[in-house]
């Protein structure tokens, strides 16, 4: 098992032991969890550091791993299939 910092309890550690074992599944949705969590961090880079244009509002990002798309829509045009990138 990957290291586990000492701030987690006794009780998250058994159940981290038991996925691990796969004895406990994971819901799907951490998977989407831990990639809006790297999307987040990797847009406070780019303001951080100015590296490249941010996306604000009105457009947006929608990621649908299930149909393998990658959309950078606008809500004022409301039409994201020319910017729809396949993965």
């Given at each position: 098992?990957p290291?586990?910092p000492?701030?987690?309890?006794l009780?998250a550690?058994e159940v ?23 999307l ?7 303001i ?10 009105p457009r ?7 149909d393998?798309?990658?959309i950078?829509?606008?809500m ?11 993965i």
């Amino acid at each position: 098992m990957p290291f586990v910092p000492a701030y987690i309890k006794l009780a998250a550690r058994e159940v981290l032991q038991e996925v691990y074992a796969g004895k406990r599944a994971v819901p799907t949705s951490s998977v989407g969890v831990g990639l809006t969590s790297i999307l987040t961090a990797n847009e406070a880079i780019n303001i951080l550091l100015k590296k490249k244009e941010i996306t604000v509002a009105p457009r947006y990002l929608y990621l649908d791993l299930m149909d393998q798309r990658f959309i950078v829509g606008n809500m004022q045009t409301a039409n994201p299939s020319n910017d729809t990138f396949q993965i």
